[in-house]
């Protein structure tokens, strides 16, 4: 195993990302309302890029007492990331896609040490 510098503890702002080459496996870094997580790059579909994808609220479509839906919401406290090549979802926190845990994003493994976050791979 092998470490790699992502920066030092605090230089990634709350929605901010990385993605660093770890010899040439690349790994995106997010801070997420403060939590730091890592995914491969490599999207559950077909490896597509998903680390540079774009990031959003989770969107909802909430049904009424009468099963009936009328518009669509933002879940303001769940962020998913589009993967730029087919465009498949996946939450941003738990790396899984919205149809369910079959189809997740690989989780990269994080280390602090000395004031510095790693990726280690
Ligand atoms: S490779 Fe990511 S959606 Fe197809």
Same mark, same amino acid.
Request: charged share 30%; with cysteine; net charge neutral.
């Given at each position: ?6 920066? +030092? ?5 709350? @929605? =901010?990302? %990385?993605?660093?080459?770890? &010899? ?35 969107? +909802? ?5 009468? @099963? =009936?839906? %009328?518009?669509?919401?933002? &879940? ?46």
């Amino acid at each position: 195993m092998k470490s790699f510098v992502v920066g +030092r503890v605090g230089e990634l702002a709350e @929605g =901010e990302r %990385r993605v660093i080459s770890c &010899d040439g496996t690349e790994v995106g870094v997010f801070n997420v309302d403060g939590e730091l997580v890592a995914w491969y790059n490599q999207c559950a579909h077909r490896g597509g890029p998903v680390c540079q994808g774009r990031i959003y609220h989770r969107v +909802r479509e909430p049904v009424d007492e009468n @099963g =009936e839906t %009328r518009t669509l919401q933002y &879940d303001l406290k769940r962020k998913n990331i589009v993967c730029p090549w087919h465009g498949w979802e996946f939450d941003l926190r738990t790396g899984h896609h919205p149809g369910g845990e079959r189809f997740a994003l690989r989780r990269a493994r994080l280390e602090i040490a000395d004031g510095h976050v790693y990726v280690v791979v």
